[in-house]
Every structure is written in structure tokens, then in C-alpha cells.
């Protein structure tokens, strides 16, 4: 199913669509599987940084974009959270 625009509707309807540029990127520098999307709002544009698990989708970090660069600051806070999931989670993953 194609991706529904315009005001008040959803960015796309997922049924298993892949999204990729320019509504998704990957963000190998945050982790494997990490990727980053953007979605555009009234005067914003807002990320999503998020990592694709085989049994979840981890959110990382959500923040409004001002800068043409993902801002450092919300880099290391999406790898710290990585690495504080991982640990709480080890062990209970079945794959």
C-alpha cells in the first residue's frame, strides 16, 4: 500500500513496507540495525532514532532537527541507551 500524505494522515501504512531516504535512513555510527526517521511537521522536522530488533523496535532518541548534522550529544545518548538495553535484556532474547 502506497504512503498516505496530507494533512493529518500518517506518514505511511506499514504493512510490511520498507521505508528508506528520504523518510528513513541507517545510522551505522549509532549501532547495527540503527536507523534514523524523519518526519516533517509544522515548522519542524522531527527524528526518530530508532534500532530494528527481531522481536522489537527500540526507541532511542526523539528530537525536533536544527542542524543539517545528527547533533553529538544525541548520538552518545543513543549509544549509551544501546548499551544499557542490551545488558538488561541479555539473556532474554530468542534469537
Same mark, same amino acid.
Request: charged share 25%; glycine share 8%; aromatic share 6%.
Given at each position: 500500500?502506497?504512503?498516505?500524505?496530507?494533512?493529518?494522515?500518517?506518514?505511511?501504512?506499514?504493512?510490511?513496507?520498507?521505508?528508506?531516504?528520504?523518510?528513513?535512513? @541507517?545510522?551505522?555510527?549509532? #549501532?547495527?540495525?540503527?536507523?534514523? =526517521? %524523519?518526519?516533517? +511537521?509544522?515548522?519542524?522536522?522531527? &527524528?526518530?532514532?530508532?534500532?530494528?530488533?527481531?522481536?522489537?523496535?527500540?526507541?532511542?532518541?526523539?528530537?525536533?532537527?536544527?542542524?543539517?548534522?545528527? @547533533?553529538?550529544?544525541?548520538? #552518545?545518548?543513543?549509544?549509551?541507551? =544501546? %548499551?544499557?538495553? +542490551?545488558?538488561?535484556?541479555?539473556? &532474554?532474547?530468542?534469537?
Amino acid at each position: 500500500m502506497p504512503a498516505v500524505q496530507g494533512p493529518g494522515k500518517p506518514l505511511a501504512w506499514l504493512h510490511g513496507e520498507v521505508l528508506s531516504l528520504p523518510h528513513s535512513r @541507517p545510522m551505522p555510527g549509532v #549501532g547495527v540495525r540503527c536507523h534514523e =526517521l %524523519r518526519i516533517p +511537521d509544522a515548522g519542524k522536522t522531527w &527524528r526518530i532514532v530508532y534500532r530494528l530488533d527481531s522481536d522489537a523496535v527500540v526507541v532511542l532518541a526523539v528530537f525536533a532537527k536544527r542542524t543539517p548534522a545528527t @547533533p553529538s550529544v544525541v548520538l #552518545g545518548a543513543c549509544r549509551r541507551r =544501546l %548499551r544499557d538495553y +542490551d545488558r538488561v535484556t541479555r539473556g &532474554r532474547m530468542t534469537s
